[in-house]
């Protein structure tokens, strides 16, 4: 007994309680985000048409379709790779084809980031301004929408951070060998305080392992959403290896080796059932996105710019108003400081590259939100004053509540919305505007304490799952098939045949859990650019049919069959109201049927 009581006397209790007290402010920070992350979940229907085609493709592949080609509706997928929907396979074969077990490996990429930007922040900059990093990218608008959407940003974002951040520890340790300053924290007076400002760390030797690390990461991000998972990580460390004169540390023989045998296999095995697969890859998903309009993803130049101060709201305005604690790190040579230099490399590079290409979609600069949160801990690390650019994110956070309170009224006049999300509006801008206004007032008061000044910015993401409650139920009527899938069970029967005519509600096969049949033109309803460019190939074939098949299929229908049409379809909807009822309408769909029901209640009888 002696033996195990004799080493605890030697612990030094008064330090650990001392260390328990510096961190307690941790406890309700993550408190808050994590209820931010948790509540309503799975709370509201899958919205189209993301989250319908992409959990649509894990149901399948769960369902039997196989983990090597994604299929959607039963026909090839293949604008995006494979791995995160396998990884929804995986979620949904052992939970069952649910909402909550579509939108699982979303949040749990999501946590996963956020424990690399606590593993990364604590290796440059201390524990800390970790702990800082951490909960600051939590609580931002775009890691909440992300953690519960069913699409690829959420896992892409967790290899390019792996592969940003160990490109960078390899890249130091090279520079080191070579006897170049590596992030050495400044000897200036006017710098944070050396006490919270941890030295990179220690090289044993070389930099291989983290340059292997990085391109593994990338092989993994490529068969998440493809070559962008390339190209992210090197336009951000190739120029910061070229100012630290480190370029041994972007590539080996072994890393591009262990890169190419990752993503070959799959690349095999998909050629091998679709010979024009690399094509398709490379040619129109990858240099017609980002070089033309052809895929109509364009937008204005100044998109991005738009977008990105409110992503990481308040966090961007932090950042903003602490500029001049950013820019005046130094290393010993009177350079600024590597760490810095990196992050702002992070931030501006993919900025640059994203407004300049032609395919435009917010969630291209969702792996963004951790540099900023990095440089917000930078900024204040080591401050025993006024947090740096804390009182100037508490006039913006109040100013931008003020409006969405005064303005609540006018606010759906500014966006396009259906009546219904309109009327739910008001109340969620009232909700997040008392938030907000709330949040600056705290974050002004306390700007000198960190752990209040985070838990106070943390109060507007943590209030929009609660405000956005009654908006979330109407963005789900207007925005997903949940509603039709039960019509039609309910009246047509689970095994009813359903007709898509011209119109395909992409969450509808989900909640169906079988396959549709679409009646189109160029099948451009399943938002594949591949099915589009080879329709020919692929009509009559699985659930792909000509547009003037539905109308066969009304006259010689013998099994209970419904039929969708667009709302607006005017002609599809004259021909099927001389036989059918509508049974279920809403501003984009209209529902008909169910035909051949009759004969088959009869013969029951």
Same mark, same amino acid.
């Given at each position: 007994?002696? !033996?195990?009581?004799?080493?605890?006397?030697?612990?030094?209790?008064?330090?650990?309680?001392?260390?328990?007290?510096?961190?307690?402010?941790?406890?309700?920070?993550?408190?808050?985000?994590?209820?931010? /992350?948790?509540?309503?979940?799975?709370?509201?229907?899958?919205?189209?048409?993301?989250?319908?085609?992409?959990?649509?493709?894990?149901?399948?592949?769960?369902?039997?379709?196989?983990?090597?080609?994604?299929?959607?509706?039963?026909?090839?997928?293949?604008?995006?790779?494979?791995?995160?929907?396998?990884?929804?396979?995986?979620?949904?074969?052992? /939970?069952?084809?649910?909402?909550?077990?579509?939108?699982?490996?979303?949040?749990?990429?999501?946590?996963?980031?956020?424990? /690399?930007?606590?593993?990364?922040?604590?290796?440059?900059?201390?524990?800390?301004?970790?702990?800082?990093?951490?909960?600051?990218?939590?609580?931002?608008?775009?890691?909440?929408?992300?953690?519960?959407?069913?699409?690829?940003?959420?896992?892409?974002?967790?290899?390019?951070?792996?592969?940003?951040?160990?490109?960078?520890?390899?890249?130091?340790?090279?520079?080191?060998?070579?006897?170049?300053?590596? #992030?050495?924290?400044?000897?200036?007076?006017? =710098?944070? &305080?050396?006490?919270?400002?941890?030295?990179?760390?220690?090289?044993?030797?070389?930099?291989?392992?983290?340059?292997?690390?990085?391109?593994?990461?990338?092989?993994?991000?490529?068969?998440?959403?493809?070559?962008?998972?390339?190209?992210?990580?090197?336009?951000?460390?190739?120029?910061?290896?070229?100012?630290?004169?480190?370029?041994?540390?972007?590539?080996?023989?072994?890393?591009?080796?262990?890169?190419?045998?990752?993503?070959?296999?799959?690349?095999?095995?998909?050629?091998?059932?679709?010979?024009?697969?690399?094509?398709?890859?490379?040619?129109?998903?990858?240099?017609?996105?980002?070089?033309?309009?052809?895929?109509? !993803?364009? #937008?204005?130049?100044?998109?991005?710019?738009?977008?990105?101060?409110?992503?990481?709201?308040?966090?961007?305005?932090?950042?903003?108003?602490?500029?001049?604690?950013?820019?005046?790190?130094?290393?010993? &040579?009177?350079?600024?400081?590597?760490? %810095?230099?990196?992050?702002?490399?992070?931030?501006?590079?993919?900025? %640059?590259?994203?407004?300049?290409?032609?395919?435009?979609?917010?969630?291209?600069?969702?792996?963004?939100?951790?540099?900023?949160?990095?440089?917000?801990?930078?900024?204040?690390?080591?401050?025993?004053? !006024?947090?740096?650019?804390? !009182?100037?994110?508490?006039?913006?956070?109040?100013?931008?509540?003020?409006?969405?309170?005064?303005?609540?009224?006018?606010?759906?006049?500014?966006?396009?919305?259906?009546?219904?999300?309109?009327?739910?509006?008001?109340?969620?801008?009232?909700?997040?505007?008392?938030?907000?206004?709330?949040?600056?007032?705290?974050?002004?008061?306390?700007?000198?304490?960190?752990?209040?000044?985070?838990?106070?910015?943390?109060?507007?993401?943590?209030?929009?799952?609660?405000?956005?409650?009654?908006?979330?139920? =109407?963005?789900?009527?207007?925005?997903?098939? =949940?509603?039709?899938?039960?019509?039609?069970?309910?009246?047509?029967?689970?095994?009813?045949?359903?007709?898509?005519?011209?119109?395909?509600?992409?969450?509808?096969?989900?909640?169906?859990?079988r396959t549709v049949l679409l009646a189109t033109v160029d099948g451009s309803e399943l938002t594949s650019n591949y099915i589009v460019r080879h329709f020919d190939q692929y009509a009559g074939k699985?659930?792909?049919?000509?547009?003037?098949?539905?109308?066969?299929?009304?006259?010689?229908?013998?099994?209970?069959? %419904?039929?969708?049409?667009?709302?607006?379809?005017?002609?599809?909807?004259?021909?099927?109201?001389?036989s059918l009822d509508v049974m279920l309408e809403t501003h984009k769909y209209a529902v008909f049927g169910p035909c051949g029901i009759t004969s088959l209640a009869l013969a029951a009888h």
């Amino acid at each position: 007994m002696m !033996r195990f009581i004799e080493p605890l006397s030697r612990i030094d209790w008064h330090s650990l309680r001392a260390a328990g007290r510096k961190y307690l402010w941790v406890i309700p920070c993550v408190a808050l985000c994590g209820f931010a /992350l948790a509540f309503n979940f799975s709370g509201y229907p899958l919205l189209d048409p993301d989250e319908g085609r992409n959990a649509e493709v894990a149901r399948e592949m769960a369902a039997g379709s196989g983990y090597v080609l994604p299929r959607l509706n039963s026909l090839p997928y293949l604008d995006k790779p494979i791995l995160f929907f396998a990884a929804g396979a995986v979620s949904i074969k052992l /939970l069952g084809p649910t909402v909550f077990a579509a939108r699982l490996p979303s949040l749990l990429f999501t946590l996963a980031t956020l424990a /690399l930007v606590g593993w990364f922040g604590a290796r440059l900059l201390g524990p800390t301004a970790a702990w800082t990093a951490i909960i600051a990218t939590t609580a931002m608008p775009f890691t909440l929408a992300y953690s519960r959407t069913v699409i690829f940003d959420s896992a892409l974002t967790f290899f390019v951070l792996l592969a940003v951040g160990a490109f960078y520890l390899a890249t130091e340790a090279v520079g080191r060998m070579a006897n170049v300053p590596a #992030g050495s924290h400044s000897t200036d007076k006017s =710098a944070p &305080d050396q006490t919270e400002v941890r030295a990179a760390p220690p090289v044993r030797r070389g930099s291989e392992g983290w340059t292997t690390l990085a391109w593994a990461a990338m092989a993994l991000g490529v068969l998440t959403k493809g070559p962008i998972a390339l190209a992210l990580p090197l336009m951000i460390a190739v120029p910061f290896a070229a100012w630290r004169r480190a370029w041994r540390a972007i590539a080996d023989p072994v890393s591009i080796l262990l890169f190419a045998a990752l993503i070959a296999p799959w690349l095999f095995a998909v050629s091998r059932q679709i010979p024009d697969f690399m094509h398709y890859a490379l040619v129109t998903e990858t240099a017609r996105r980002l070089t033309s309009s052809e895929l109509q !993803r364009t #937008g204005p130049i100044w998109y991005f710019l738009a977008i990105l101060p409110a992503a990481a709201l308040p966090w961007s305005l932090v950042a903003l108003g602490a500029w001049r604690a950013i820019i005046r790190w130094r290393d010993s &040579d009177g350079k600024m400081d590597g760490r %810095v230099v990196y992050l702002l490399l992070w931030v501006v590079i993919p900025m %640059v590259f994203f407004t300049l290409s032609q395919s435009k979609r917010p969630q291209y600069i969702l792996p963004l939100m951790a540099p900023i949160a990095l440089l917000v801990a930078a900024a204040w690390n080591g401050s025993l004053g !006024r947090l740096p650019g804390a !009182r100037f994110a508490a006039v913006g956070t109040t100013l931008l509540g003020t409006f969405m309170l005064t303005g609540s009224g006018i606010i759906p006049s500014l966006l396009p919305a259906s009546d219904g999300v309109a009327r739910a509006i008001p109340d969620t801008a009232i909700i997040l505007g008392l938030a907000c206004i709330l949040s600056g007032l705290l974050g002004w008061l306390a700007a000198h304490r960190r752990g209040v000044v985070l838990l106070a910015f943390s109060i507007p993401v943590a209030a929009v799952p609660i405000g956005s409650l009654d908006l979330m139920e =109407a963005i789900g009527e207007d925005r997903s098939a =949940a509603a039709m899938a039960e019509v039609v069970e309910s009246v047509a029967g689970p095994e009813a045949r359903v007709i898509g005519v011209k119109a395909f509600p992409l969450s509808l096969p989900f909640y169906l859990q079988r396959t549709v049949l679409l009646a189109t033109v160029d099948g451009s309803e399943l938002t594949s650019n591949y099915i589009v460019r080879h329709f020919d190939q692929y009509a009559g074939k699985a659930t792909l049919r000509q547009l003037d098949w539905w109308r066969t299929a009304l006259i010689e229908c013998h099994e209970p069959t %419904v039929f969708v049409i667009a709302t607006g379809d005017r002609e599809a909807r004259e021909i099927l109201s001389v036989s059918l009822d509508v049974m279920l309408e809403t501003h984009k769909y209209a529902v008909f049927g169910p035909c051949g029901i009759t004969s088959l209640a009869l013969a029951a009888h």
